[in-house]
């Protein structure tokens, strides 16, 4: 079946401009997470959503970044005045959330380049 | 969230069993012991997970020691494609879903 998708698959920007990165989960699957991973660096935590519940924004770097979920469904990950540091590979992956066991399934990622 | 140690790199020849440990001494009792891979140019994925008992997949085994303060991923026949960066991770099955917690890992690499 179709697993996550995200779009684009690269994305170039400038210093300053704001970016939009989206994400498909998994059809039916209600926890939705982002991540990041810098060139060298390991897999940090961003955010995430489950369900109706508040998302946890804990792993937010700062305010330039938000997340949406709408529907329940597609999310879209939005940095503002972007900046060199935020040059980055963007992971998004989707679980079912079932007692035990959360196997997160992880889309091909979003490779961002602030230049 | 209960760390885990592993060591930065292993190596390993094709077509020979890989036995990847993972400490985590201080796990609690409601941990899974989580296993993903990260192949190169691609997002994480999931290998297997387990709670006391051993684990058999059609991708590896998980060999968890009694007192569960370390677990090993056994690849039973290793392969090129199984080049990889693997994560051991604990997560609370108390908590619900939850983010994973990425250490280092293991950076795998398989001699042809």
């Known amino acids: 079946g179709a697993g996550v998708s995200q779009s684009p698959s690269n994305k170039v920007t400038e210093k300053g401009k704001d970016v939009e990165l989206r994400c498909d989960p998994i059809s039916g699957h209600t926890a939705l997470y982002w991540y990041r991973q810098s060139l060298g660096q390991g897999l940090e935590f961003l955010i995430y959503?489950?369900?109706?519940?508040?998302?946890?924004k804990s792993g937010l770097p700062s305010d330039r970044f938000s997340a949406e979920r709408t529907g329940g469904s597609v999310s879209t990950l939005t940095i503002q005045r972007t900046q060199q540091e935020d040059s980055a590979v963007y992971l998004c992956a989707s679980s079912l959330v079932i007692a035990g066991n959360y196997e997160q399934y992880f889309g091909p990622g979003t490779r961002l380049t602030v230049t | 969230d209960a760390k885990t140690t592993q060591p930065n790199s292993m190596e390993s020849n094709e077509e020979e069993p890989v036995h990847l440990p993972c400490n985590h001494s201080t796990i609690s009792g409601t941990d899974y012991i989580h296993w993903y891979r990260q192949l190169p140019s691609q997002g994480p994925e999931y290998v297997i997970h387990g709670l006391t008992s051993n684990v058999n997949n059609r991708m590896a085994s998980l060999a968890i020691a009694e007192d569960r303060k370390s677990s090993t991923l056994i690849l039973h026949r290793a392969t090129l494609r199984d080049a990889a960066v693997y994560y051991c991770i604990l997560r609370d099955a108390s908590q619900g879903a939850q983010k994973l917690v990425f250490g280092q890992g293991t950076r795998l690499t398989i001699n042809p």
């Open positions: 959503f489950q369900g109706n519940s508040a998302p946890d």
